[in-house]
Every structure is written in structure tokens, then in C-alpha cells.
């Protein structure tokens, strides 16, 4: 078993306050979740791919906004 594995089957622990785990506990209901945790760990799994997929704008993209803007006369 690689390294990356055993790291991927270590848990740890994370506290969040009990109304929101109860309106998690409400949302999961009837779905495939069988825990707030693997809830949890599913929905932050997919906030950073998303993250790690965006791709930040370029030197040119940011000259091309501001071009806009200062011909639309909201920058000068």
C-alpha cells in the first residue's frame, strides 16, 4: 500500500456546532450518506477540486478587464 493510501485512511476528528450537525443530519436523510462525516468529507472533497480546477486569470485576461472598464468609463 502506497503511502498516499495509508494517509487516505486515516481519520481525524472536527468540531462544528450542533445545530448545523442536526441540519446536516436532517439533509442527508433518504440519500446514500450514512454519516455526517462522510457527508462532510464529500462536500469538502468537492469545494477543493473545484478549487484546484479553476484556473486564476491570466496577466492578459486582467489587462483585457481593464480595458473593458476604462472604455465602459469605469476606470481611468
Do not use: H, N
Given at each position: 500500500?502506497t503511502?498516499?493510501?495509508?494517509?487516505?485512511?486515516?481519520?481525524?476528528?472536527?468540531s462544528?456546532?450542533?445545530?448545523?450537525?442536526?441540519?446536516?443530519?436532517?439533509?442527508?436523510?433518504?440519500?446514500?450518506?450514512?454519516?455526517?462525516?462522510?457527508?462532510?468529507?464529500?462536500?469538502?472533497?468537492?469545494?477543493?477540486?473545484?478549487?484546484?480546477?479553476?484556473?486564476?486569470?491570466?496577466?492578459e485576461?486582467?489587462?483585457?478587464?481593464?480595458?473593458?472598464?476604462?472604455?465602459?468609463?469605469?476606470?481611468?
Amino acid at each position: 500500500m502506497t503511502k498516499e493510501k495509508k494517509e487516505e485512511r486515516k481519520f481525524t476528528t472536527v468540531s462544528i456546532p450542533t445545530p448545523l450537525f442536526k441540519k446536516v443530519e436532517q439533509r442527508i436523510k433518504d440519500t446514500g450518506f450514512t454519516s455526517v462525516s462522510s457527508y462532510v468529507a464529500y462536500v469538502l472533497r468537492e469545494i477543493i477540486t473545484e478549487e484546484e480546477e479553476e484556473e486564476p486569470f491570466s496577466e492578459e485576461d486582467k489587462e483585457r478587464v481593464k480595458e473593458r472598464l476604462r472604455a465602459l468609463g469605469y476606470i481611468d
